[in-house]
C-alpha cells in the first residue's frame, strides 16, 4: 500500500505565495511521475502540473509561469511552488503519483490540501 501525504496548503492573501510538499511513503519500488491537480467549488478537477523522475515538467497552461513543480526523488516527495496567487486558485489541491510496488504501476492520490486565497 501506498500513501501520499499533503501539506503546506492554507489562507494567503492575493499576490502572496504557498509551497505545498506531498511526500509518498508505503511499498514504493519506484515513481516514474507525481503531480498536482486542483479542484475549486462546483468545478471540475484539473491538471496543474506534473513532474517525471527524470525530472521532465509539464503544465497546464494556465499555471506557466506562476506555478512551479519540482520533485525529490530520494524523498519521494513533490513540491508545488505558487507565487502571485490570485482568488480564483482557491481549491483543493490533490497529489498523484504513478508508482510501481512490484510488477506493476498503480496511480495513487492523495487526501487534498485547501488552498484559499482571500483578502
Known amino acids: 500500500q501506498v500513501q501520499l501525504v499533503e501539506s503546506g496548503g492554507g489562507w494567503v492573501q492575493p499576490g502572496g505565495s504557498l509551497r505545498l510538499s506531498c511526500q509518498a511513503s508505503g511499498t514504493i519500488v519506484s515513481i516514474n511521475a507525481m503531480g498536482w491537480y486542483r479542484q475549486a467549488p462546483g468545478k471540475q478537477r484539473e491538471l496543474v502540473a506534473t513532474?517525471?523522475?527524470?525530472?521532465?515538467?509539464n503544465y497546464a497552461d494556465s499555471f506557466q509561469g506562476r506555478f512551479t513543480i519540482s520533485g525529490d526523488n530520494a524523498k519521494n516527495t513533490v513540491y508545488l511552488q505558487m507565487n502571485s496567487l490570485k482568488p480564483e486558485d482557491t481549491a483543493v489541491y490533490y497529489c498523484?503519483?504513478?508508482?510501481?510496488?512490484?510488477?506493476?504501476?498503480?496511480?495513487?492520490w492523495g487526501q487534498g490540501t485547501q488552498v484559499t486565497v482571500s483578502s
Open positions: 498523484t503519483a504513478d508508482v510501481i510496488t512490484g510488477p506493476y504501476e498503480y496511480n495513487y
Open positions: 513532474v517525471t523522475s527524470g525530472g521532465s515538467t
